[in-house]
């Protein structure tokens, strides 16, 4: 078998990796320590006010893990010693420049880095629009201001999914979806800077320098106004919402993402002879593999319906069962990451060969060659929870119930009025006459109301997402790797077996990592 060549690649290098915090963060982090102990370096700035609270952060939210247990066995009573040797907490902020490192701790990092890894983010799908264009636009644009102070870089790896450093209820993994709302074959293509999804408007363009004018500008305008003061966060985020229907996206999150992608394309171009790469995976999931099968952390996209239904507090969900709901394991990703970045993988300044004017785009997805439908979410989900019933604080098993699906906005709309809008008004109505006998029962009912639309509000779109995504160049990648490589670094979504994968892998996964 031919030599593997990516653990090679990564030997003596040094690595600066934005968002290690978040859930894809970390598996990299794991699995460059674990496949290049000899790795030089790896630089993880995080959000912290000096040094001790960083190296904090850090031990506690990424090397603590349970992720890191292969590589702490591995290790042994060194393991710590190593971890110190290869990893650098950095106390920063990608808002600021040099993310707020300064003197000659950024000098030495300039000088040893190879390799940048840009995937920090803020994932809230309607964040404030201010905090949203800071980490996901002004964080693109000092990566890549601090990229041209590095002489020996060598690639540039812009990840959109990788969270930020505060992991909420609303966070998800699917960048891919930056695309918008598109039917048919996506390909993988970086935009086209100025470049909107409203095809029946081929006049509008999109400045983003005027949207960052725009955030702040309004901002000002709701400081000085007091009325306005107290009701600001909820502005911001309205802001955000409309600016990015207004140009043909869905939400917040992925209109910001695709304006990072252009401010990127736009600062960096063919990245002055330095390879610039983008990888935009869809529906991350759990790791299906190595480390630790199962791992998770987070709320995300589909687990928040798994979760809903194993409390038994989602009684009906707009999603179509027959169409792609388009997933892919961490490690999965991780291992594309890996490959993109050797393989674009340029020399030094003066050795460097010509560089193409646009970053090349990855789709790590699997809704092209080996696409699973919503239903088998939904049929290993009951025969998972049939087999494995929750038991409440009572001792009594939780059984397993069915689920209606709508796949149609009309229809759901009209059954959750039925079922729950109207018993709601009559039983308010009710409770009022009885002196709040039945507050209890009215909250009940209220907070599975909510609970439901809360989660269509969020997820409802990507339920209905009719789109597939082209992966050509991740396929080429993948042709192009080492046997040895395409073992140890696998990344083929037809490798996948998702009844297996969802029933014994990922299912439990959740109910283990995060339902605890």
Not at 1 to 19: C, D, H, Q, S, W
Not at 96 to 124: P, S
Not at 264 to 293: F, H
Request: proline letters at 5%; glycine letters at 8%.
């Amino acid at each position: 078998m031919e030599e593997a060549r990516i653990p090679g690649y990564f030997k003596n290098k040094g690595i600066l990796i934005t968002g290690s915090t978040g859930f894809l963060g970390k598996i990299l982090v794991e699995k460059i320590l674990r496949v290049q102990p000899d790795v030089k370096r790896i630089y993880l700035p995080v959000r912290a006010p000096d040094a001790e609270s960083a190296k904090k952060r850090v031990e506690t939210e990424v090397i603590g893990k349970e992720l890191f247990g292969l590589l702490r066995e591995t290790h042994g009573e060194g393991f710590q010693s190593f971890v110190d040797d290869k990893v650098v907490p950095l106390a920063g902020d990608i808002i600021h420049e040099n993310f707020g490192v300064e003197g000659a701790q950024l000098a030495q990092m300039t000088q040893e880095i190879n390799v940048i890894v840009n995937g920090a983010a803020t994932t809230n799908f309607y964040e404030r629009y201010d905090v949203a264009l800071d980490v996901n636009v002004m964080g693109v644009k000092h990566m890549c201001q601090l990229a041209r102070q590095c002489p020996n870089l060598e690639v540039i790896l812009h990840v959109s999914t990788v969270s930020d450093e505060e992991e909420t209820e609303t966070e998800t993994a699917m960048a891919a979806y930056v695309v918008g709302e598109r039917q048919g074959v996506i390909q993988e293509r970086p935009f086209k800077h100025g470049e909107t999804l409203r095809e029946d408007d081929a006049e509008l363009r999109l400045d983003v320098d005027a949207e960052l004018r725009l955030a702040r500008d309004y901002q000002r305008q709701l400081a000085g106004d007091d009325a306005e003061q107290k009701n600001e966060r909820k502005a911001m985020k309205e802001l955000g919402l409309a600016r990015a229907r207004e140009f043909g996206w869905p939400n917040t999150y992925v209109f910001t993402k695709a304006l990072g992608e252009m401010t990127l394309a736009q600062e960096l171009g063919g990245g002055g002879g330095v390879p610039v790469a983008i990888v935009r995976p869809s529906i991350i999931t759990s790791i299906q593999k190595d480390p630790l099968p199962g791992w998770i952390e987070g709320t995300r996209t589909i687990d928040a319906i798994l979760i809903g239904y194993a409390k038994q507090s989602l009684s009906c969900f707009l999603a179509d069962l027959d169409l792609t709901m388009d997933v892919i394991p961490g490690d999965m990703v991780v291992n594309a990451m890996m490959a993109a970045a050797a393989a674009h993988a340029s020399p030094p300044a003066g050795q460097r060969r010509p560089q193409p004017p646009h970053p090349t785009v990855y789709h790590a997805t699997s809704s092209l060659r080996n696409p699973a439908p919503y239903a088998v979410l939904y049929r290993t989900g009951i025969r998972y929870f049939s087999a494995h019933p929750r038991v409440r604080a009572d001792g009594r098993a939780v059984r397993a119930r069915s689920v209606h699906f709508f796949a149609t906005v009309a229809g759901f709309t009209a059954y959750m009025v039925v079922r729950y809008r109207l018993p709601l008004e009559l039983l308010r109505l009710l409770n009022l006459l009885l002196c709040g006998l039945l507050s209890r029962l009215c909250a009940e009912l209220r907070r599975k109301y909510a609970f439901v639309m809360r989660l269509v509000e969020l997820y409802g779109p990507f339920a209905l997402f009719r789109g597939v995504f082209d992966d050509a160049n991740v396929e080429r990648l993948r042709i192009a790797m080492a046997p040895a490589d395409r073992a140890a670094f696998n990344f083929d979504p037809k490798t996948v077996d998702w009844d297996d994968y969802f029933y014994r892998i990922h299912i439990p996964g959740v109910m283990k990592y995060v339902l605890k």
